[in-house]
Structure formats: structure tokens, C-alpha cells
């Protein structure tokens, strides 16, 4: 069964940048749907950033421009680039995968404030 582990959140001050990463082991991710969602005090997890196998990509309206999700078939890893940060940005960022079944990580924190 696939896993996934992020890595990369932290504090960072408002107009900054953090590179998320998920790392997974267990399966190939080149036929996994991959996907990176957050969640705020007292929020429902949203999308944040979603990236096909074939590489096409989409995002929530609140980051475009700002975020970018990528994806590294042969390291079996995808990241979330986040520039500009806001402190609305401050959220657990859980990475997800789907494929017959969704697969979640354990979430990495990012808070954004000065």
C-alpha cells in the first residue's frame, strides 16, 4: 500500500515562500492522481493544488499565480512551490493520491505570520 509523508511546512513571514514536498514509497505514483489540500482552524480540508498523471495541472482559485505543484515520477515525489505567502495561507497541507482508492499523508504545518 502506498504511503506518503510530507515534509517542508514551517513558520514563515507574510510575502515569503516554502517548498512543500511528499515523499511516497510503496507504489509507483506515476499512475496516482496527486494532489495537495489544507485545512485551518475550524475550516473543512479544501484543494489547493491537483496535478493528473499526464501532468496537467489545476488549482483553487486562492493560489493561482502564487502556487505551483509539481510532480518527480522517478524520485516518487511531488511538491507544492508556495510564493507569496498570506497569513490565510496558514493551514495543515496534506498530500493525496488517488488511485482505485484515495491515500492521504499526515499533513505538514505551515503558519504565516510576521
Known amino acids: 500500500q502506498v504511503q506518503f509523508v510530507e515534509s517542508g511546512g514551517g513558520l514563515v513571514q507574510p510575502g515569503g515562500s516554502l517548498r512543500l514536498s511528499c515523499a511516497a514509497s510503496g507504489s509507483d505514483i506515476s499512475i496516482y492522481a496527486m494532489g495537495w489540500y489544507r485545512q485551518a482552524p475550524g475550516k473543512e480540508r479544501e484543494v489547493v493544488a491537483r496535478?493528473?498523471?499526464?501532468?496537467?495541472?489545476t488549482y483553487a482559485d486562492a493560489v493561482k499565480g502564487r502556487f505551483t505543484i509539481s510532480r518527480d515520477n522517478a524520485k516518487s515525489t511531488i511538491y507544492l512551490q508556495m510564493n507569496s505567502l498570506k497569513p490565510e495561507d496558514t493551514a495543515v497541507y496534506y498530500c493525496?493520491?488517488?488511485?482505485?482508492?484515495?491515500?492521504w499523508g499526515q499533513g505538514t504545518q505551515v503558519t504565516v505570520s510576521s
Open positions: 493525496n493520491g488517488l488511485w482505485r482508492n484515495v491515500y
Open positions: 496535478i493528473a498523471t499526464d501532468g496537467s495541472t
